[in-house]
C-alpha cells in the first residue's frame, strides 16, 4: 500500500470535516440569531445595552479613544491586514497557495457575515447612546479581528513555538478588544458581540484544518513515493 493513497484518504476526511463544520457554523449561527429575537432574550439584552453603555461613555475620553481604536475592525483594515500576511508568506516562504488561504478565511468570514445578515434580519441599536453607525446580528468588526489576528498568529506559530492555546488566546483578546469598543459605542446589543466569539472561532478552527489539505494540493512532496508492507 503507497502513503500516495493514505494521503489521499486524509485529504478526502479533512475535505469532508471542513464542509461538515461549514455547515453546522451556519445552522448554529442561524438558530442562535434567531434565538436572540425572542422576547424574553432580546428584552434582557436591551436591559444590558441601557445599563452598560451609558456607564462606559461617562468613562472621561474612553468614547473618543474608542471611535479611533474600533478602526481596528473596520473592513479596508482587516483586508490590509490580511493581504499584507499573505503578501509575505507568498513572496518569503514561496506559499502561494497558503497565502490565498488566509485571504480566502476573511473573505469567507465577510461572506458568511453578509449571509446571516440576510437570514436573521436582526435588530439594530438607536438612540441617543448610539456612537456612529450600528450594526444587526452579529458583530462583523468583531470577528474579522479574531479571524484576522487567529490566521496572522497561525502562521507565526511554528516559527516562534506558540501553541493552539496561544494562538486562541491572541485571536480572542484582540477580539474582545475590539468587542468592547464597540459597545462603548452602542454598536452592537451585547449578545451580538458575545455572538461573534464563538463564529470568529470557528472560522480560525476551519483555516487551521484547510491548512494541511492546502498545503497538500499545492506542495510537491520532497521525497518519493515509498512501498509499505
Not at 479596508?76 to 502561494?96: H, N
Request: glycine letters at 10%; proline letters at 6%; aromatic letters at 8%.
Amino acid at each position: 500500500m503507497r502513503t500516495m493513497i493514505d494521503d489521499s484518504i486524509s485529504l478526502q476526511k479533512n475535505t469532508f470535516r471542513l464542509f461538515g463544520l461549514a455547515g453546522l457554523l451556519l445552522v448554529v449561527t442561524i438558530v442562535a440569531g434567531k434565538f436572540s429575537l425572542s422576547g424574553s432574550v432580546k428584552s434582557v439584552d436591551v436591559r444590558l445595552f441601557d445599563a452598560i453603555v451609558p456607564w462606559l461613555q461617562a468613562i472621561p475620553g474612553l468614547s473618543s479613544f474608542c471611535e479611533r481604536a474600533t478602526l481596528l475592525g473596520a473592513i479596508p483594515i482587516s483586508y490590509a491586514m490580511i493581504t499584507i500576511g499573505g503578501l509575505i508568506v507568498a513572496f518569503q516562504r514561496r506559499r502561494f497557495g497558503v497565502a490565498g488561504l488566509m485571504v480566502a478565511a476573511l473573505l469567507g468570514a465577510h461572506a458568511f457575515q453578509r449571509v446571516i445578515i440576510r437570514l436573521v434580519d436582526g435588530t439594530i441599536p438607536d438612540g441617543p447612546d448610539v456612537i456612529g453607525n450600528a450594526g444587526p446580528y452579529f458583530s462583523g468588526g468583531t470577528q474579522r479581528v479574531i479571524v484576522v489576528f487567529g490566521v496572522l498568529a497561525s502562521m507565526l506559530a511554528p516559527r516562534l513555538g506558540w501553541s493552539i492555546r496561544t494562538i486562541y488566546g491572541i485571536a480572542i483578546s484582540a477580539g474582545l478588544f475590539e468587542g468592547m469598543t464597540r459597545l462603548v459605542l452602542g454598536r452592537h446589543w451585547p449578545f451580538d458581540l458575545l455572538a461573534a466569539f464563538p463564529i470568529g472561532l470557528a472560522i480560525v478552527m476551519i483555516f487551521r484544518l484547510a491548512l494541511p489539505v492546502m498545503e497538500d494540493l499545492t506542495d510537491p512532496p520532497n521525497h518519493p513515493v515509498q512501498e509499505h508492507s
